[in-house]
């Protein structure tokens, strides 16, 4: 099974990079891409491109064991994984010392904030530690849970969708250690509050509180079941699969304790939440052709959780104050509303709450990680994935505009600018053809001539309210000024856009209302009048003597956000995860072969191998590739003298590399295929490692008479009158090494990759019968291995003999030491719930420091050493 992949053997099912197939057709890319999901492989590569498959269900290999396996292995010396484009994107932040982001891209439903959430995991993991270090990585870890609360919803093509986007900047310090961050966050989608389509729901947290909440706070905040509330019945849907809201209410409230978010704002946050519920139960009736509330008593509790004055609340939701001038005076009248502008603005006001409390959350989190100065970053985009539904309205224009932004810089980078490159610095390459979106980015987005969210922004300012006629007149305008485009087809109420992911059906109706995206001072007026401070600074515009410019719509922040976005992750090194929704039914071993085809075909996998394979892997400037592997060659190490591109060319021949391999532009080396440049990473360590270890003898052999002195007295310590010794026993320098580990391949692979062995000697074994067995003990700072050796019986390896790990005893197992008072060298290792193991060993005095002194350093206690002759 999968499941075993790494325990017995690299399993391989198709091919892992797909630059390898065969065919290079869409068929083919579909097909290799389903073999691997049948077998639980979920990532595959083209180049250094991750395709990641949803798998619909937890997968095995994201252990420590697998943390161990990526961390400083090349990115093809292990299976496609997550953690190795995480390790390799770590890794050259550290080498090149410049910024990077991971692009994670997909339509809803692909996977990509779990994606997202194993890149951090990660980089927690393997990056360094210390109190500061570790506050920082559990506030980016800890946002997580925070940010879907509020954030992520239920949508019919995903159980946990992300309904905004975000991008995580983790700052680094020069050692790579992680010391601050920052978030930014994208559109959130505030509509959700107020309605769902069936079979949706509303943002989680509100079913987390109703859920979650102990019976005082229910009281408190006067909850009750789900299906009580206006804001959340209308779809009729409450549960989720694979969520549990109870334990999911407990993380959210220990993500904003690690953020620092103070009890006391807590609770206010929880009332934000509470209070937003019970004014959607407000209901309004005509009288008089006006808006009046059906049952005053729907009133107390938002007015009250709010720390809002009845009355005032009450007027504010059936009236409105408009400024007029008639004959040269400016005047302020109060306007009644009708129930249809009433409930409008109800609605305005949850939503407003809604998304100032997640603006709140997203700058308490930024406030926790913000350091003084900005090093070196890492950049994770975890933002809305592509979504074509029945009835797509303003917001899914906008996350398919922010969609085909991320489209267009996967084809400036990995596309368009590869193939300018090789012509630029004069390689031999034939031109291969591609579609470039940016045609459909200017049909949205241009300003000249003006595109779709320039036409709806000037309608938005004409028509200075939202009238009945201003989505008709939009849609005029549009087919007016783009109805000949070929990217654009008009549609009786509503349009077409054909984007890079597919052709989209958009109804206009609401487009101008949810573009505007003005709330009425009125409503902030009213929550500057709360008596609770944490409300009243969710609302901090100076709404009087405001100047009269024109206001900022929806769209044009969209726009604004994402070209600023674009600019971010075009100053970094990018990296790519392109993820994959196989099915609809969200059930694992699901493969709908239609869905997955079209998507490899808008992503532009085909043609990504194409380039790919008739490209270079690897690429950079001459001096900078001289300086990392100068010191390959004598010529060129410490430093080369002469032409820059004649050292380059001089390096890569002492290396023996094939001509076919590379070629020289004006001014960059470039290297066909990664095994070549990795060659070169591992001769470059070897050499480094060779150089390293002359220094470290030559500190130890400076620095081993006092150390040797410390080590006999910590080990005279240990024995001093409690174990008769041979004459002269310590009278010795303490080897650590007795078996040649380090040039042992063999045994270095009964270990993991990053445990470093401190003793390792050859010892006597007793069993019960007294049988000696001769056994190799090697002692980390995690665990003691027994090494053995036993014949194969079955295979075409029959009748060989191989090395086996018989033991492995970590050491928290490890309940005491027994010797002797006898001159010995017999001791005996106590294992808590397990048999005992008798050992012999001449070094058993210095076996015994290290292991005392691995016990200090790892599990903070003195080692238990027992004298006993019976």
């Known amino acids: 099974m999968a499941y075993h992949w790494q325990s017995q053997g690299r399993k391989t099912s198709g091919v892992e990079d797909m630059v390898l197939l065969s065919k290079i057709q869409e068929g083919a890319i579909v097909e290799n891409l389903k073999k691997r999901f049948m077998d639980d492989l979920i990532y595959t590569y083209i180049g250094p491109v991750l395709i990641s498959v949803n798998p619909f269900k937890q997968m095995p290999y994201f252990t420590e064991k697998e943390i161990d396996m990526y961390q400083g292995a090349a990115i093809y010396e292990n299976p496609p994984h997550v953690y190795a484009l995480t390790d390799d994107m770590y890794r050259n932040m550290l080498i090149e010392y410049e910024n990077q982001c991971v692009i994670i891209s997909g339509e809803s439903g692909a996977g990509k904030t779990v994606?997202?959430?194993?890149?951090?995991?990660?980089?927690?993991?393997?990056?360094?530690?210390?109190?500061?270090?570790?506050?920082?990585?559990?506030?980016?870890?800890?946002?997580n849970p925070l940010l879907e609360a509020f954030g992520n919803a239920k949508t019919v093509r995903n159980n946990n969708s992300s309904r905004f986007g975000k991008y995580v900047e983790i700052q680094f310090t020069r050692a790579g250690a992680p010391d601050g961050g920052r978030i930014s966050n994208f559109l959130l989608e505030k509509s959700r509050v107020v309605g769902q389509n069936t079979d949706e729901r509303n943002f989680h947290i509100f079913y987390q509180l109703l859920n979650g909440a102990n019976p005082q706070q229910k009281e408190g905040l006067g909850l009750t079941t789900p299906d009580y509330y206006y804001y959340l019945n209308q779809s009729g849907e409450y549960k989720v699969d694979g969520l549990d809201d109870v334990k999911e209410y407990h993380d959210t409230l220990n993500a904003m304790s690690v953020i620092g978010i103070s009890e006391d704002n807590q609770e206010n946050v929880l009332s934000c939440?509470?209070?937003i519920l019970h004014l959607g139960n407000i209901v309004f009736i005509e009288k008089d052709n006006y808006a009046v509330?059906?049952?005053?008593?729907?009133?107390?509790?938002?007015?009250?959780?709010?720390?809002?004055?009845?009355?005032?609340?009450?007027?504010?939701?059936?009236?409105?104050?408009?400024?007029?001038?008639?004959?040269?005076?400016?005047?302020?009248?109060?306007?009644?509303?009708?129930?249809?502008q009433a409930a409008h603005t109800r609605d305005a006001l949850a939503k407003a709450i809604h998304s100032r409390l997640f603006d709140y959350l997203v700058k308490s989190i930024n406030i926790a990680m913000q350091k003084n100065k900005e090093?070196?970053?890492?950049?994770?985009?975890?933002?809305?994935?592509?979504?074509?539904?029945?009835?797509?309205?303003?917001?899914?224009?906008?996350?398919?505009?922010?969609?085909?932004?991320?489209?267009?810089?996967?084809?400036?980078?990995t596309l368009k600018a590869e193939q300018e490159e090789y012509v630029s610095e004069g390689i031999k390459w034939k031109q291969i053809d591609y579609f470039n979106n940016k045609i459909v980015c200017d049909l949205i987005e241009s300003k000249v001539p003006p595109g779709i969210m320039c036409i709806l922004d000037d309608v938005c300012a004409t028509m200075h309210a939202v009238s009945e006629g201003a989505d008709e007149k939009l849609l005029q305008k549009m087919n007016s000024a783009v109805g000949t485009h070929q990217h654009y087809q008009v549609l009786s109420g509503g349009f077409v856009v054909h984007h890079y992911a597919g052709q989209v059906r958009y109804i206009v109706e609401g487009f101008c209302e949810k573009n505007r995206d003005v709330l009425f001072t009125d409503l902030i007026e009213l929550m500057q009048s709360s008596e609770n401070?944490?409300?009243?600074?969710?609302?901090?515009?100076?709404?009087?003597?405001?100047?009269?410019?024109?206001?900022?719509?929806?769209?044009?922040?969209?726009?604004?956000?994402?070209?600023?976005?674009?600019?971010?992750?075009?100053?970094?090194?990018?990296?790519?995860?392109?993820?994959?929704?196989?099915?609809?039914?969200?059930?694992?071993?699901?493969?709908?072969?239609?869905?997955v085809h079209h998507q490899v075909e808008y992503l532009g996998l085909k043609e990504n191998i194409r380039v790919r394979r008739a490209g270079f892997a690897y690429r950079r400037e001459f001096d900078k590739f001289l300086r990392r592997y100068a010191i390959l060659t004598k010529e060129t190490w410490p430093r080369w003298s002469g032409d820059v591109r004649a050292g380059v060319t001089h390096l890569l021949r002492s290396v023996n590399m094939d001509d076919d391999e590379y070629q020289l532009g004006r001014n960059k080396v470039f290297i066909r295929k990664p095994e070549s440049l990795f060659l070169l990473e591992e001769q470059r360590e070897r050499k480094f490692d060779f150089h390293a270890r002359i220094i470290q003898k030559a500190f130890r052999q400076f620095n081993a008479h006092k150390y040797y002195l410390r080590l006999k007295q910590q080990a005279s310590d240990i024995l001093f009158n409690k174990k008769e010794r041979r004459r002269y026993s310590l009278n010795?320098?303490?080897?650590?090494?007795?078996?040649?580990?380090?040039?042992?391949?063999?045994?270095?692979?009964?270990?993991?990759?990053?445990?470093?062995?401190?003793?390792?000697?050859?010892?006597?074994?007793?069993?019960?019968?007294?049988?000696?067995?001769?056994?190799?003990?090697?002692?980390?700072?995690r665990n003691i291995y027994l090494i053995g050796r036993e014949q194969i019986k079955?295979?075409?390896?029959?009748?060989?003999?191989?090395?086996?790990?018989?033991?492995?005893?970590?050491?928290?197992?490890?309940?005491?030491?027994?010797?002797?008072?006898?001159?010995?060298d017999l001791f005996v290792l106590h294992v808590t719930e397990e048999y005992d193991s008798l050992l012999e060993s001449v070094f058993k005095t210095e076996f015994l420091t290290v292991l005392d002194k691995k016990f200090q350093e790892t599990l903070?206690?003195?080692?238990?050493?027992?004298?006993n002759d019976s």
Not at 309 to 337: N, P, Y
Not at 740 to 751: C, I
């Open 115 to 143: 994606a997202a959430k194993y890149i951090m995991a990660y980089i927690a993991k393997v990056s360094g530690g210390g109190a500061t270090v570790q506050h920082v990585k559990d506030i980016i870890i800890q946002s």
């Open 273 to 275: 939440v509470a209070g």
């Open 293 to 340: 509330i059906h049952d005053d008593e729907f009133l107390d509790f938002p007015s009250y959780l709010l720390g809002l004055d009845k009355e005032a609340l009450r007027q504010k939701l059936i009236s409105r104050r408009m400024d007029s001038k008639w004959g040269g005076k400016a005047e302020s009248i109060e306007v009644t509303l009708n129930t249809e």
């Open 375 to 413: 090093e070196i970053t890492i950049g994770v985009l975890d933002i809305y994935g592509f979504e074509i539904f029945q009835q797509n309205g303003f917001e899914q224009f906008c996350i398919n505009f922010v969609n085909e932004k991320l489209q267009q810089i996967f084809i400036e980078l």
């Open 533 to 595: 401070a944490f409300f009243m600074e969710l609302f901090p515009e100076k709404v009087a003597g405001q100047a009269k410019s024109r206001p900022s719509t929806a769209s044009s922040k969209i726009k604004t956000q994402a070209n600023k976005l674009v600019d971010k992750l075009m100053k970094c090194t990018p990296h790519y995860i392109r993820c994959i929704k196989p099915n609809e039914t969200k059930r694992p071993h699901d493969w709908e072969e239609k869905r």
């Open 732 to 781: 010795r320098n303490f080897v650590g090494d007795y078996i040649g580990f380090e040039h042992n391949v063999t045994l270095q692979a009964m270990v993991a990759r990053r445990e470093r062995i401190e003793f390792a000697d050859k010892v006597n074994k007793y069993d019960r019968r007294f049988k000696v067995t001769k056994r190799d003990l090697l002692l980390s700072g």
């Open 794 to 824: 079955k295979g075409p390896e029959k009748g060989q003999i191989r090395d086996v790990v018989k033991r492995k005893i970590p050491l928290n197992h490890i309940h005491s030491v027994s010797l002797s008072t006898l001159q010995d």
């Open 860 to 867: 903070q206690q003195k080692l238990i050493v027992n004298f």
